[in-house]
T-cell receptor
């Protein structure tokens, strides 16, 4: 049974710091891995999607890596800003499209 | 292009009542998923439609939950009768046939009192 774990559960950093959010999964038989952002009371916004054959994806200040064999992904945020404050969710996609989510990391970036 | 639309955004009902949640997918997206997040837990899969057919309903908690997608367009999720433990945020996501990225709606926050 696929399980996804995100560490840390919460993180508070001063503005400008570079930070890393971690995601691990128990079964390497995934189709892809997706990082989402959720603001309070809002839906999920897709940030980055990494196919199972890829090692990393980049979008602006965000970089996500995937090591399928070890069951790990990291989301790197460079030069963090207060507007980055949100909950970050990692999800792996199984055959058929079902997503298995981690519990999320609640990020707070202080001005 | 409109995104995934869910309504109502928030519903408060009494235990034993019935509630129907609706999801309007992105036009042309054959794959539609329902997910739920209860307090303190991760988002969990409920079921998957391909057009009007249920592809996978392994995540449906019990027979008080009924999902439909008539005509392969919008979908409804009915909870009857609602129980306290059904409270949470219900998300709908859709995906195109060839596109692997899932797009989520804003969610419906259901509170059963």
């Amino acid at each position: 049974k696929q399980e996804v774990t995100q560490i840390p559960a919460a993180l508070s950093v001063p503005e400008g710091e570079n930070l890393v959010l971690n995601c691990s999964f128990t079964d390497s038989a995934i189709y892809n891995l997706q990082w989402f952002r959720q603001d309070p009371g809002k839906g999920l916004t897709s940030l980055l999607l990494i196919q199972s054959s890829q090692r990393e994806q980049t979008s602006g200040r965000l970089n996500a890596s995937l090591d399928k064999s070890s069951g790990r992904s990291t989301l790197y945020i460079a030069a963090s800003q207060p507007g980055d404050s949100a909950t970050y969710l990692c999800a792996v996609r199984l055959q058929g499209g079902k997503l298995i989510f981690g519990q999320g990391t609640e990020l707070s970036v202080k001005p | 292009e409109a995104g995934v639309t869910q309504f109502p955004s928030h519903s408060v009902i009494e235990k034993g009542q019935t509630v129907t949640l609706r999801c309007d997918p992105i036009s042309g997206h054959d794959n539609l998923y329902w997910y739920r997040r209860v307090m303190g837990k991760e988002i969990k899969f409920l079921l998957h439609f391909v057009k009007e057919s249920k592809q996978d309903e392994s995540g449906m908690p019990n027979n008080r939950f009924l999902a439909e997608r008539t005509g392969g367009t919008y979908s409804t999720l009915k909870v009857q009768p609602a129980e306290l433990e059904d409270s949470g945020v219900y998300f709908c996501a859709t995906r195109g046939q060839m596109n692997t990225e899932a797009f989520f709606g804003q969610g419906t926050r259901l509170t059963v009192v």
